[in-house]
């Protein structure tokens, strides 16, 4: 799955079991979760941090892919319409969504870019679907290139309450892990991992919490799937002329809990926003992100470091 951000079978209804978002809730998955767990004080770092971030800076900063490769996130509840999926990539082995029907709200549309990325919380099961490259058919239903679940009160993976091991992105998380969203930019408060996309993924290595790559790049300066970076928590961030208040809240997401590479991609580092959707867009006038691919030039990116492992060991 190589694109900027890659893009889950349901059982009967039930209650939302303990942990699971409530809908007024962004932030998602176990308080215990890599996603949501800070970063430890002096974490150890990657004996290649220095390079791997030379390398993913040389560019210069991270992109913000909010609308043509963003990811928008629709709500289902036991009333909303179940449709029958269909995964194309056969060659894969048993999609995990074509058991039994899913529930897609009818307002759903997937990502415009090549990705067509979209994801789907069930309130009623307590699941996070994700669907890669969906497309809604004349009939009604819908085909995916490829589509898995994850349990709202697990690690992000699917492979925990249940859920269905991987999820539709490069590294086998779930779609929804790490992505920043609207609620979060009006709030100006990011508490949880960021997840991005780079064309520096290691083929063949990943770390935990990826359980695969699709990363491509043989360079000594790659980057595993898995790898957490963190922005130098020692910076005063809010203090640097001219910076945003959508640049604030990444910069001290990545001071706090770090971001998670997740998917090989077409940019260096590529940052997953929720796309806007039902006209409500806080891009522009909250967090001052003019433009889709906006690269945050006010965050320190030459700062960043690379963690040996996830938890800072």
Known sequence: MVGLILAACTSAVRTPPAGSAPADLSRVFSSKSPWNTPIRAHPALDENSSDMVAALTEDGGGAALIYDYGVPIFRADADTPRVQVTCTMADWGPCPLEGEP?????????????????VVIDDSSGRVYDFWQAKRTSSGHWTLSWGTWAALDGDGSGGESGGVAGGATGAGVNVLAGVVRRAEIRAGRIDHALAFASHWSCAGVFRYPATKTDGQSTSWRCLPEGARLQLDPSID???????????????????????????????????????????????????????????????????LRVLARWDGS
């Open 237 to 303: 961030v809010a203090g640097i002329p001219g910076i945003t208040p959508g640049e604030v809240a990444v910069a001290k997401a990545l001071q706090t809990y770090g971001a998670y590479l997740r998917d090989s991609g077409g940019t260096a580092m590529g940052f997953a926003f929720e796309t806007p959707t039902g006209g409500d867009d806080p891009y522009p006038s909250v967090a001052r992100f003019p433009w889709d691919y906006y690269d945050m030039p006010h965050i320190p990116w030459s700062h």
């Open 102 to 118: 899913i529930p897609i709200p009818p307002e759903a549309r997937p990502s415009s870019g090549h990705d067509g990325a979209m």
